[in-house]
């Protein structure tokens, strides 16, 4: 008998085992960590994505400098909003205290209050919502809970081109019937974020909104695809890359790449959000600075319904000073500090009265359409098997927009796939 | 010592002079086909490098420009990417990285040599099955890794720092390091360890100053093979390291755009130039010397 | 090619037999305390790092994923899953909510695993092939004397050194509709959407990538190669060609095979390339999601289910491996009396 092997190999299992004796699933419920530290007060840290226009630093210094016993500690993710999503969840899962207000992404919401994460905002923690959209607010809530604040809000725009459209298109029929200008200047009419990643989601959702359709039913579990109207929404994207009104290259863009094309003039009309306004005016390499403009997005017969974008703050279950963090919540929620948020970093604020702030439009002319865009906005489904959800739609959307699936299956799939999720 | 040291720089001699030989052998045809090659390999190599430059140097407001050459030239990205008010630490991670890859592989290597070592020149039961394992850690999808390495780093304190990331690197690289030295270790002449041995030189006396100055350049590029193993590594360190530990992997991948969305090709373009230019250089440096050094240390024995 | 044979005195077949005077017994037992303290070190790290988490995600396999409780909202355990999940995978086959089990529909992850199986092993074949070939030229030329080898050196180590988070987006940037590739060529190649075109987007950066660490490995194998050997060879008057099946190719066949597997065994996991430039899309939807790809898509949405299909994907990938080793040879452990004895090649 060799010892050296034996000793080996039993060293490793026996390590192995034991070790994973240590570590569950770490998906149940929140249990009682959800009501401890409630009025508990200290220095805490906020975690949030990329600070890409420098917005949140000089929040947080302000903040510091009036409660030198309760700073904030900023902990800066990457810029990938997977793996931000990615790096949340191992740190609820390893019940991490040094995690105290997160920033979530809209659609993460829900999955993370499921799973027992967010403390919801109620009781001592109840925050002051009025004034701010609804569906930001909606976009916030879980099972008739207020689970997080809404911090910073977005929405869709359409950017055309001013030199060769005199009037917006209010419909997207009306749209659709000027594509033939696009093609007489050998540019390409309509695109928005086609690519298969969370931005299909965002347009497709838009697509069947717009026509009246819907995702998920009131109850929020059970998916209404199969119905007329999220078929004439679809119907619509499916048609116009059939017959190039949306050219074939779309099929591979995202933000940037329908971006770089409206800017350097190669296309008429573009679904975006506000972020490209500012870099379409200033970027150098930008041919039409000072020949495009926006307005809401079109629909079925009116304003369409954009998908709601944006970021809530949330307070970890794990957090050893609530109350601090609930403090917290409210400065970003001032009127001040929202505005902030919008002149320094050009992110759509969530109070609405700032949509009148003269100032504000002055510096940001977007600023009154995308009131509109937000107004008429729809959450994405709010549920706790959202990558699932997105996934069903992102795999049948892109098949029907690349002809492969006719779409009257791709919505048939979509709805068995989100079925099957587990809700 | 003595025949197995002679016999040892002689063979390193041989390698000299047939090199030196076939320098002079070498006529024109076989030439000409030997530069047309090279031309194509670096051609091939460096195109995409080249485009990395010429972005490198772009203003950003002209990130999408497709002109093959440098227009709108500017060092702003490379100011960009080292500047820490805008939360990029290009410098540190720099630091961090060639400390990371620098004790993974030494550590590395000198876990990979003794095993390499027992499993070519010694026998013993189960080898196979040894052999196994540590192949069998090449196959699990490293993707998955990541959850329970992060549950056991947060249990037992160490996130965020150096050894969490560390560690697993080694483990990442020592399958292959094990496995190309002893693919070497074992075209080793035995008859020259024999003989060390017959002279008196302990076993390991006899490796070093025998065997491991003729495998020389097999250390040397499994050393390559590991720190670049390191240095290239994302997955895992993008969620276990922290601010002050991060390799440049993850501080690259951190660059963002002024807005949210865009991405900041520019910039990580530059840091990626930054990053690869001196590693290439201290690549060459290292294999002359080391190389050159090592065989030398053999023959005088 | 006699002269042959004898001027290559690490041939296995030239090795004299070395230990055959001994007694085997005591050799054995010296040996064997040897390798003990020699392999632990290597053992104990990779019974950390890769043990414990191969470990933990089998016993987690057999757990299901959680289910959401209707009247809190909130997730539970899922409990004892026997091979449910496996099942899910391998049949691919969905357990609807009254209990019945069907075909997985398009959208959900479990309908992709055959694919994501023939991708993933699709992208190895062609990858692995070229880097082979390349490697080899790369390899044959870096070791002649020239001048301005050190150039062509630096030239290969280039791809390599660049760090991959770097190169993926480098290649994403690359073959954009509106990118340099397309605008060089004059053509309107949907490099990151076409069926065919993204595979091959893909199959070409890692081939320029990766290609290097082939290249290294096999001329590591051709630098010890004593030049003698083919000075002999010319003497027996063996042409080029000759000369490379069987002098070059049956002299660095350890180190190229060694190579070779453990590329196989890193393009069987590719995951990064993929996820970067095409998000797994491509056709219809999935013409590059990979089996890590769908690992990782999957842990986001339950980390047990993920568990399985890491566990599955480990033994295919032990196949693989274990067919490699059987019958091309690339036991690098042959035993040494073996060897010595001229047994193996």
Known sequence: ?423 | MTIAAERSSAIARDRAKADAKVRVRKTNAPMIRTVVSAVIIVLWCLAPFYWMIVTAFRQVGFTYDTSPWPTHVTLDNFRTAFSTNLGNHLGQAMLNSVFIGGTVTVVALVFGTSAAYALARLEFKGKSIIAGMILAASMFPGVALITPLFQLFTNIGWMGTYQALIIPSISFVLPLTVYTLTAFLREMPWDLEEAARIDGCTRVQAFRRVILPLAAPAVFTTAILAFIASWNEYLISSQLSSDATQPVTVAIAGFAGSQPHVEPYTAVMAAGTIVTVPLVILVLIFQRKIVAGLTAGGVKG | MSAVTEAAPKLPTSNPVRSGGRKRGGLNEAHGRWATYLITPAIVVLGIVIGYPVVSAIIMSFQKDAGLDKATGLFVAGGFAGFSNYAHWLLQQCVSATGVAAACPPGNLGAQFWNAFGTTFFFTAFTVVFETILGFWMAIIMNRSFRGRGLVRAAILVPWAIPTAVTAKLWFFIFAFNGILNSLLGTKILWTSDEWASKFAIIIADTWKTTPFMALLILAGLQLISQEIYEAGRMDGASTVQQFFRLTLPLVKPALLVAVLFRVLDALRIYDLPAILTQGGGGSGNATTTLSILVVDQIRQGFNSASALSTITFLIIFIVAFIFVRFLGANVVQTQASQQKGELK
């Open chain 1, 1 to 423: 008998m060799n010892k050296s092997r034996l000793a080996a190999v039993a060293g490793v299992a026996v390590f192995g085992l034991a070790l994973a004796g240590c570590s569950g699933g770490g998906t149940a419920g929140g249990g009682n960590d959800a009501t401890a530290n409630l009025t508990s007060r200290g220095p805490i840290t906020y975690v949030q994505g990329k600070d890409n226009s420098n917005v949140v630093r000089p929040l947080i210094d302000k903040w510091n400098a009036a409660h030198p016993k309760e700073k904030v500690t900023f902990k800066e993710q990457s810029d990938q909003a997977d793996q931000q999503h990615d790096d949340l969840v191992q740190h609820f899962q390893a019940k991490d205290a040094g995690y105290d207000v997160v920033d979530v992404d809209v659609v993460w919401t829900a999955e993370f209050a499921a799973k027992g994460w967010l403390t919801p905002l109620t009781g001592k923690m109840k925050i002051d919502t009025s004034g701010l959209f609804p569906s930001a607010v909606k976009a916030a809530t879980y099972n008739n809970t207020l689970y997080a604040a809404p911090q910073t809000s977005d929405g869709g725009m359409l950017y055309y081109r001013t030199d060769l459209v005199k009037t917006p298109p209010k419909t997207w029929d009306e749209m659709m019937s000027m594509c033939s200008i696009a093609k007489a200047n050998n540019i390409g009419c309509y695109a928005g974020q086609f690519a298969k990643y969370e931005g299909l989601t965002v347009n497709a959702s838009e697509a069947i909104n717009g026509a009246g359709g819907s995702v998920l039913g009131s109850d929020g579990t059970t998916p209404t695809l199969t119905t007329d109207k999220a078929k004439n929404g679809l119907d619509l994207l499916a048609a116009a890359f059939k017959d190039g009104n949306i050219p074939a290259e779309a099929i591979t863009y995202q933000e940037e790449q329908g971006r770089i094309a409206f800017e350097s003039g190669k296309l008429m009309f573009l679904r975006n959000w506000p972020y490209v306004y500012n870099l379409a005016k200033t970027d150098g390499s930008s041919v039409v600075k000072d020949t495009f403009a926006v307005a809401p997005l079109p629909g079925l017969d009116g304003v369409g319904a954009s998908t709601l974008g944006g970021h809530n703050a949330a307070v970890s279950v794990y957090s050893d000073h609530k109350a601090t963090a609930k403090d917290f919540l409210n400065f970003l929620l001032t009127a001040e500090n929202q505005k902030f948020f919008a002149t320094q970093g050009s992110l759509a604020p969530v109070r609405m009265s700032l949509y009148d702030d003269q100032e504000l439009i002055t510096k940001l002319p977007y600023i009154p359409t995308l009131k509109e865009s937000i107004d008429n906005a729809v959450p994405r489904p709010v549920t706790p098997f959202y990558p699932a959800v997105t996934k069903a739609i992102q795999d049948n959307t892109y098949s029907a927009l690349k002809g492969d699936k006719s779409v009257d299956q791709a919505l048939k799939d979509m709805e068995a796939a989100i079925k099957s999720a587990g809700s």
